[in-house]
């Protein structure tokens, strides 16, 4: 009789990881094979994805830029000024907020 440190529940994992990493694998080298003979098709296929990635981030750049500017602009045209009359104190058991005259809270 032999005395056993784990239970078969450890060797049903471990079996059930080892046909996952063996599954992983097949297809892995079904993959390289396939795109080893169709070059040309997958050549094509990762430059469209890529051209399509460059699209997506130049279209989120302008966004992030066209939302600065917005933000730049808001702030110049004096959007700011409910801020004049407020003081915000940051002390180790804190913050205390302090509103002086009237504020506009907009």
Same mark, same amino acid.
């Given at each position: 009789m032999s005395f056993q440190?784990?239970?078969?529940?450890?060797?049903?994992?471990?079996?059930?990881? @080892?046909?996952? +990493?063996?599954?992983?694998?097949? /297809?892995l080298i079904g993959f390289?094979? /396939?795109?080893?003979?169709?070059?040309?098709?997958?050549?094509?296929?990762?430059?469209?994805?890529?051209?399509? @990635?460059?699209?997506?981030?130049? +279209?989120?750049?302008?966004?992030?830029?066209?939302?600065?500017?917005?933000?730049?602009?808001?702030?110049?045209?004096?959007?700011?000024?409910?801020?004049?009359?407020?003081?915000?104190?940051?002390?180790?058991?804190? +913050?205390?907020?302090? +509103?002086?005259?009237?504020?506009?809270f907009d």
């Amino acid at each position: 009789m032999s005395f056993q440190y784990y239970s078969n529940l450890v060797s049903k994992g471990t079996r059930n990881f @080892a046909s996952g +990493v063996f599954v992983t694998g097949m /297809l892995l080298i079904g993959f390289g094979f /396939l795109i080893w003979i169709l070059r040309e098709l997958f050549a094509m296929l990762f430059a469209v994805l890529f051209c399509i @990635a460059g699209i997506g981030c130049i +279209v989120t750049g302008v966004k992030m830029f066209w939302s600065v500017s917005k933000f730049e602009k808001m702030n110049s045209d004096g959007q700011g000024a409910y801020r004049e009359n407020v003081h915000v104190r940051v002390e180790d058991n804190g +913050v205390d907020v302090q +509103v002086h005259g009237e504020a506009n809270f907009d």
